[in-house]
């Protein structure tokens, strides 16, 4: 079981649950945070480059962020990041998509100073046809297992 | 007035509206999308590296491309993102910060084969106290004014 920093290993992977996004959930997220035509408004969505109603990928980025927090990939530890690289959305969600998410432990660096270490996890989202949509690395800072930094 | 790629400039600026960060906004947000107790609950946020209730930093985020939005950069052209360069979180969000943004374009590339070109604009939002919270440089695509991708 994973409980700290030290339990965690390069290559490491985790399966998140899915996601089902709908209509409804594309036109009120975008209308609040992302309010352009290809997100709110189908006609309008035909005549841009997405070719129809699509999901804003800030949507689709808190979309992932649920389904990652809901994995637990530290245990008992919040998901608390200082940043993401890597940040890439790869194709359009679109209406009635269901999105899932995998991860692989990518950089496990240890604090020289504090009782923690920078992890990145690599997340790629899938639709269900298996295409990636959107992939992201965040920057995670998880404690050390409480004597480990000493002895290591 | 800005229209095409071909008008922009590296060194431009840009200034954001500002925005109201309520209590309940973040306590919706998180319940959505990220739910871990320093989004959600006061008396356990307080016991968190955060010390005390703030937004998720996907919220963050998502207020910061509706202030990016709003300001229309580009002129009549949308912005669309192939992704996000150097996101990183710099201070907590709070309940009741004012969070504006200022940009500045940062890379212009026009494309060798399209009519277009990618755009880098470097935003940073900043709350009340005129403390950077939060940064992040996306890839944009804006289309070359007919005739200037022959020209040039």
């Given at each position: 079981?994973?409980e700290w920093f030290d339990d965690l ?140 930094a000493a002895a290591g």
């Amino acid at each position: 079981m994973i409980e700290w920093f030290d339990d965690l290993a390069l290559g490491m992977r985790f399966k998140s649950a899915e996601k089902r996004v709908t209509r409804e959930d594309i036109k009120r997220f975008a209308s609040e945070f992302d309010p352009q035509p290809y997100h709110l408004d189908e006609a309008a969505a035909e005549r841009t480059a997405l070719k129809g109603l699509a999901a804003s990928g800030w949507h689709t980025a808190a979309i992932a962020m649920r389904l990652a927090v809901d994995t637990r990939p530290f245990g008992p530890h919040p998901l608390l990041g200082l940043g993401v690289d890597d940040l890439r959305w790869l194709a359009p969600v679109r209406p009635g998509d269901v999105i899932r998410l995998e991860g692989e432990v990518v950089e496990l660096t240890p604090s020289r100073t504090k009782p923690q270490g920078i992890v990145k996890v690599k997340w790629t989202a899938f639709n269900q046809h298996g295409d990636p949509v959107y992939t992201f690395t965040p920057i995670g800072v998880v404690p050390r297992r409480p004597g480990a930094a000493a002895a290591g």
